[in-house]
C-alpha cells in the first residue's frame, strides 16, 4: 500500500469515524483493500481486489469516477463527498480524499482515505448540496493542522491568491501569502488551539497575491477542531473579502475628520490648510491648494479669463500644501505666494471649465508642462525608477463659484487614484469648498465692519497739553472685532479738553452703527460748550428722538418687528472737562460708573458722582460734580464691560479689583491701560470693554496772563499795549498785530452790550488763546454788514484774522474766545 508522510497523518486526524484505506491503480481499479474497509463496505478482500470504483458507489456517484481520476491527474489529488455502496446494498456517506502514492521506480497508484460520515450532523441532506455549500461558497474556507500547515482549503480561498487548494496542502500561510503579517494571524491560530475559544472578526489590512497592487481588508475567523476524545486536531478559518467595506469606511473617517478639522476658524489661508492637512497622508501623499487672489481678500472671486495663447498664464496665489513624510515641510499660508499656471494645463482647464482632471501615473517629463513649477519640480525630483505618481485636480466650487484648485499627488502607495478616489476627493473638497467661501464671505463682510469701525472710533487721540492719554477697546465679538462701546477726547476752548466714554446696547455691526451715532452727536453737542450736565440733557433728547425716527423708518418699511441690535436709547455716556489752567474737572454721568481717580502719590479713589438714568430712559435731570486734580493725577473712565463677570454684579467688590488694578505700576501710561484690560478682562469678555486713562497736566503760570478791565472805552487802549507787551514776553510778536486787533473788538463788545466785571486772558498753548469775560449773558452774532454800514464789522474782522472763534456760557456770564495759531511749531 505504500507509505505515508507526516501530512497523510496529520490529514487523517481529521476524520470523524475511523479512516478506511484503499489503493487503486490509475484505471481506479482496486488493488489493495484493508480491514478497515471490509467493516466500512462488507467486502472481503478477494471480493474487493479486482473492482472498478464504481463498482464501491451507489449509481449516482459511481458516474463521476471518470471525472475524479482526471482530476486527480490534472491535480495530484482530490477530495470530496461520495456516496458508497456496502455489500448488502445499503448506502454509506463518506468523506473520501485520494492522494498520490507514486513511488520511484513503481507503479502510479492512488490512495483512497475513506470516512464513514453517518453520524455527522447534516449528513442525512443532498451530498451535491453539502458540496456546494463548501466548494462553491464565496468565503474562503480552510483547515489547518496543529503545525498550522494546509490540510484542507476550498476553491474560494484561491480568489485571494496563493494557488488551487491542493498546492496549499502541507505548506503555511507565509509560504502563500507573503505580503500579509503572517505572524500575526499564526498567533490568533494558536491561541485558538490554546483555549480554544474561537475568534470572530478578526480583520486584517495588507496586500494579498491576488491584488499585490492594492491594499485590500479581510475579516478573518478562527474555530478549533478537536477530535473524539476532545483534543485538538487544528482550526478552521473563514476569510471574508472586506475590502469595499473597508474602503468605504476609509472614505467616511476620511469625511468626518473633514467634517470636524475643516472650517474649524474663518480663516481663509487656514481653513485651506486645514483642506491640506486632512487629505495628506491618509488620502494623498503631496496636496496643494491654491486660490484665486480676490478669494484671499475676501472679494467675489472674478470669472477666470481664458489663456489660449502658448505664452499666456494664470496667477493663483498657494493657500495650503502638504507633504507626507516632510517634517521640515514648514508652510506659512498667510505669505499665499503666487502660482503661474500655463495656459492649456489641468488646473487652468479645471479653473475654466469647472471640471476634474485625473491621471492614473503621470510621467515625471510632462509633469513641469501638466502642474506648475514647484509641483512638477518635486514630481521631477522622485527617485529614479520610483513608481510615476497618480494625480487629481479638483476645482474649488462653492455656490456656482470657482474658487481655485485642489492638486492631489500620490506615490508612496503602490495603487493609483480610481474613480473611487476621484469621487472622493470632489465631496471632500466640495466641504472645504463651503468653509472656504464661508470664510471668505466673513473676510468680507468683518473688514468692511472694520473699516466702520476705524472710522467711528478715534484712530489716534488728538495732540494737546492737558492730559497724557492712552485708551484700550476690546470687544466681547470676536468674530467680527466690533462693539458698542466707544471713548474719546475733544479738544475745547481754554485749552481745555473733554474726556467721553460710552456705550449703547448690543454687541457687534449694529451696536457699533449706533454707537457711531450717539458719538457723533456727543463731538457736535462738545462743539456747543456747555457744561457736562447740560450736554448729556440735550444727548438725552437727540437719542430718544433717534430712537423714535428708527421706530417710525422701520414701521413704514413694514420690515418687520423691530431689533434690540440698533437701539440707541438705554446707552450710558460719561462727560468729563478739564482744564489744566487751574485743575478744574468737572463731570456727568448718564447711567454710567464713575471714573477712578490715581493721585500723585498712588492713592486710588472714586468720584462721588450720581451715576444718572440712562439716556432716552427719562428720569430726573442729570447732575454734575466738579473735583480738583493735582497735577499728575490719572482719571479712570471705563464702560461697565470693564468689571463684568456674568450676571454678578457688587460695587464695593469690583471696585477694589479695580483699585488692585490701579495700583500697580507701569513704565508708561500705555503699558499701564493695557495691564489694567489683563488683569480685569478675561480672555473672552462677557462685554464690550473701553477704558480712558488720562493723566493731568497743569499749564505754567507763565504761559497764562489775565487782567482785570474796568468798563470804560479808554481801557480798550491799555488792554491793546498790555496784551502786545506780553505776547513780546513770549516770543510772538509778529502775532501783536492781529492780537491786538482781536482784543480790542472783543473788549469793546464787551463795554458796549455787557454789564458787570471785565476781563482779559491770553494763554499760551499749542496756539494763542484770546478771552474776554464779561457778565452778559447774550451771545454775540456775526453779522455781514452792507457797503454803506458804519458798524457791525467787529466780529466779522476777528473771524477773518483767526483760525476759529465762539462764546462760552458760565453761571456768572459769558466768554468770548477766539484762537490764533503759532507761524511755526516752534513757537
Known amino acids: 500500500m505504500g507509505t505515508y508522510d507526516e501530512d497523510d497523518d496529520a490529514r487523517r486526524r481529521f476524520d470523524v469515524a475511523d479512516t478506511a484505506p484503499l489503493l487503486l491503480d490509475t484505471r481506479g481499479v482496486v488493488t489493495s483493500w484493508t480491514r ?41 489529488g482530490w477530495a470530496g463527498l461520495l456516496s458508497a455502496r456496502r455489500r448488502d446494498g445499503r448506502p454509506v456517506p463518506v468523506m473520501a480524499r485520494i492522494t498520490s502514492t507514486h513511488e520511484p521506480g513503481g507503479r502510479a497508484r492512488w490512495l483512497v482515505l475513506l470516512n464513514e460520515m453517518a453520524d455527522a450532523h447534516g449528513w442525512n441532506m443532498s451530498r451535491s448540496v453539502l458540496e456546494k455549500m463548501i466548494g462553491g461558497s464565496p468565503i474562503g474556507i480552510a483547515m489547518v493542522n496543529t503545525d498550522l500547515r494546509f490540510v484542507w482549503s476550498n476553491a474560494a480561498l484561491a480568489r485571494f491568491g496563493g494557488g488551487a487548494p491542493e498546492r496549499r496542502l502541507g505548506l503555511r500561510l507565509a509560504d502563500v501569502q507573503p505580503g500579509l503579517d503572517a505572524q500575526a494571524i499564526e498567533a490568533q491560530m494558536r491561541r485558538v488551539l490554546e483555549t480554544g475559544e474561537p475568534v470572530i472578526g478578526y480583520e486584517l489590512v495588507g496586500r494579498v497575491r491576488a491584488a499585490p497592487h492594492r491594499e485590500t481588508a479581510h475579516m478573518l475567523s478562527f474555530t478549533r477542531l ?111 505666494p503666487e502660482v503661474v499656471y500655463r495656459a492649456g494645463s489641468p488646473a487652468v482647464r479645471c479653473l475654466l471649465g469647472g471640471r476634474p ?25 522622485l527617485p529614479a525608477g520610483s513608481e510615476p505618481p497618480s494625480a487629481m485636480i479638483v476645482p474649488v466650487r462653492a455656490r456656482g463659484a470657482t ?62 497739553d492737558a492730559v497724557e492719554v492712552a485708551a484700550c477697546y476690546r470687544p466681547a465679538d470676536e468674530l467680527t472685532g466690533l462693539g458698542g462701546d466707544w471713548y474719546d477726547l475733544i479738544p475745547l476752548s481754554g485749552a481745555r479738553v473733554a474726556l467721553v466714554v460710552g456705550e449703547v446696547p448690543g454687541h457687534g455691526i449694529d451696536a457699533a452703527a449706533a454707537m457711531g451715532r450717539v458719538r457723533t452727536a456727543v463731538r457736535t453737542l462738545a462743539a456747543l460748550d456747555l457744561p457736562p450736565e447740560e450736554i448729556l440733557a440735550h444727548l438725552d433728547d437727540l437719542v430718544t428722538r433717534m430712537d423714535d425716527e428708527e421706530g417710525t423708518a422701520q414701521a413704514e418699511a413694514e420690515s418687520g418687528p423691530r431689533t434690540d441690535g440698533t437701539r440707541t436709547v438705554g446707552s450710558a455716556c460719561m462727560y468729563v472737562v478739564y482744564d489744566p489752567v487751574d485743575g478744574r474737572c468737572s463731570m456727568s454721568a448718564a447711567g454710567h460708573p464713575a471714573p477712578a481717580v490715581v493721585l500723585p502719590d498712588g492713592t ?93 497736566r497743569r499749564l505754567p503760570a ?87 454800514d458804519e458798524g457791525g464789522r467787529g466780529l466779522l474782522l476777528v473771524s477773518q484774522v483767526t483760525q476759529r472763534w465762539g462764546t462760552r456760557f458760565l453761571p456768572e456770564g459769558k466768554i468770548i474766545w477766539a484762537e490764533q495759531p503759532f507761524a511755526d511749531s516752534g513757537g
Not at 485625473?358 to 514647484?374: H, I, K, S
Request: with cysteine.
Open 36 to 76: 478497515d474497509a471490509e467493516r466500512l463496505l462488507g467486502y472481503a478482500a478477494t471480493e474487493a481486489v479486482g473492482m472498478d470504483l464504481a463498482g464501491l458507489l451507489a449509481h449516482g456517484d459511481a458516474r463521476r469516477v471518470p471525472d475524479v481520476l482526471e482530476r486527480c491527474g490534472r491535480s495530484g
Open 604 to 696: 486710588v479713589t472714586f468720584v462721588e458722582l450720581p451715576p444718572g438714568a440712562p439716556l432716552g430712559a427719562g428720569g430726573p435731570p442729570f447732575e454734575s460734580t466738579e473735583v480738583i486734580l493735582p497735577e499728575g493725577s490719572t482719571l479712570a473712565l471705563h464702560t461697565d464691560g470693564l468689571l463684568a463677570r456674568g450676571e454678578r454684579w457688587a460695587l464695593d467688590t469690583d471696585r477694589e479689583r479695580l483699585r488692585q488694578a490701579l495700583e500697580q505700576q507701569a513704565d508708561t501710561l500705555d503699558v499701564r491701560c493695557r495691564a489694567v484690560i489683563d488683569a480685569l478682562v478675561p480672555a473672552r469678555p462677557y462685554d464690550d470693554v473701553a477704558l480712558l486713562m488720562a493723566r493731568t
Open 403 to 464: 474658487l481655485g484648485v485642489t492638486t492631489f499627488l500620490r506615490r508612496h502607495r503602490h495603487e493609483p487614484f480610481d474613480d473611487d478616489d476621484l469621487t472622493l476627493a470632489e465631496d471632500l473638497v466640495s466641504r472645504a469648498a463651503v468653509c472656504l467661501d464661508n470664510a471668505r464671505r466673513y473676510t468680507r463682510e468683518r473688514d468692511a465692519a472694520l473699516v466702520l469701525q476705524r472710522n467711528l472710533l478715534p484712530r489716534r487721540l488728538p495732540e494737546q
Open 226 to 336: 478537536d477530535d473524539d476524545q476532545g483534543s485538538a486536531m487544528g482550526v478552521y478559518y473563514t476569510v471574508v473579502d472586506m475590502t469595499e467595506r473597508h474602503r468605504g469606511r476609509q472614505r467616511l473617517a476620511l469625511l468626518d475628520r473633514a467634517g470636524r478639522q475643516i472650517g474649524r476658524s474663518l480663516d481663509i489661508a487656514r481653513t485651506a490648510q486645514e483642506l491640506a492637512d486632512v487629505a495628506v497622508p491618509g488620502f494623498a501623499d503631496f496636496v496643494t491648494v491654491d486660490l484665486l487672489e480676490p478669494v484671499l481678500r475676501g472679494a467675489e472671486p472674478a470669472p477666470a479669463q481664458a489663456a489660449d495663447g502658448p505664452d499666456d498664464f494664470v496667477t493663483l496665489r498657494r493657500a495650503g500644501r502638504r507633504t507626507a513624510g516632510r517634517t521640515d515641510d514648514t508652510w506659512d499660508a498667510s505669505a499665499a
Open 702 to 788: 507763565d504761559r497764562v496772563a489775565d487782567w482785570e478791565l474796568p468798563a470804560d472805552p479808554a481801557a480798550v487802549a491799555e488792554a491793546r499795549k498790555t496784551a502786545s507787551r506780553r505776547l513780546a514776553e513770549w516770543g510772538l510778536a509778529e502775532l501783536s498785530f492781529t492780537t491786538e486787533l482781536v482784543v480790542s473788538e472783543l473788549v469793546t463788545n464787551a463795554i458796549r452790550y455787557a454789564t458787570g466785571p471785565i476781563r482779559l486772558r491770553l494763554i499760551r498753548e499749542r496756539a494763542l488763546l484770546c478771552e474776554v469775560f464779561d457778565g452778559g449773558a447774550t451771545a454775540p452774532h456775526l453779522r455781514h454788514p452792507r457797503a454803506t
Open 357 to 381: 482632471w485625473r491621471v492614473e501615473r503621470l510621467d515625471p517629463l510632462d509633469a513641469a508642462a501638466a502642474l506648475e513649477p514647484f509641483v512638477g519640480e518635486w514630481v521631477a525630483g
